[in-house]
């Protein structure tokens, strides 16, 4: 198993531009889950999925959209990028209902938005 | 989920134990005990998690105390490659999406 996988490892945006940060799992989690890291920060959750068709908002939203078609993949959008989304994003997922908090996270996408 | 206090930041010679505490006064009685941490520049790993007994794994040992309210993660021989952020995290075993709230850790650094 591959795992999580993230890509792009790194991007530059200007401000103002979009981009889709893309997370695949090869595990069949029905969990999976955006977060964000500032520097020196903890992890921010900022979208979550509990299934195929159904997402939610986590602390974070404001600025991203996600969607969630196949249990694999859960793209996240940045539809008009901003200085403040300068960040690292990590993707993660986790086992099915059953109530296991393990999550297994990817490697992370590292934002710079100048 | 209970608040966490961890110490900022811990050092530890290689070979020797690492000893990470944690407070937890808060703490419900259905709610477990996470271990996760952050090697440099890589996404969060899982360590260990635990409710009342004490449980080891491969990684680490888990030590709660009989109140619960504060724990303490045991890496036994800690070498080079443990120096990373460690995350305590107290949460409640759900049938739904389980959230991790993390905050800023403990930085653990381990020298020679």
């Known amino acids: 198993n591959a795992g999580v996988t993230q890509t792009p490892k790194f991007r530059i945006l200007k401000i103002g531009q979009s981009m889709t940060l893309q997370c695949t799992q090869d595990m069949n989690h029905n969990y999976m889950y955006w977060y964000r890291q500032d520097p020196g920060m903890g992890l921010k959750l900022i979208y979550y999925?509990?299934?195929?068709?159904?997402?939610d908002k986590g602390e974070v939203p404001n600025g991203y959209n996600v969607s969630r078609s196949t249990t694999e993949d859960f793209p996240l959008r940045l539809e008009l990028a901003a200085p403040s989304q300068t960040s690292v994003y990590f993707c993660?997922?986790?086992?099915?209902?059953?109530?296991?908090?393990?999550?297994?996270f990817g490697p992370g996408t590292r934002l710079t938005v100048l | 989920d209970a608040k966490t206090t961890q110490p900022t930041s811990m050092d530890c010679a290689e070979g020797r134990a690492a000893n990470l505490p944690c407070n937890h006064s808060t703490i419900s009685g259905n709610e477990y005990v996470y271990w996760y941490r952050q090697i440099h520049s890589q996404g969060p790993q899982y360590i260990i998690h635990g409710l009342k007994n004490n449980e080891t794994n491969e990684m680490a040992s888990l030590i709660i105390t009989e109140d619960r309210k504060s724990s303490t993660l045991i890496l036994p021989h800690a070498t080079l490659r443990d120096t990373a952020v460690y995350y305590c995290i107290v949460r409640v075993k759900s049938g739904t999406a389980s959230k991790l709230t993390f905050g800023t850790g403990t930085r653990l650094q381990v020298t020679l």
């Open positions: 999925s509990v299934g195929a068709g159904i997402t």
């Open positions: 993660a997922s986790s086992y099915p209902a059953g109530g296991d908090n393990e999550q297994f």
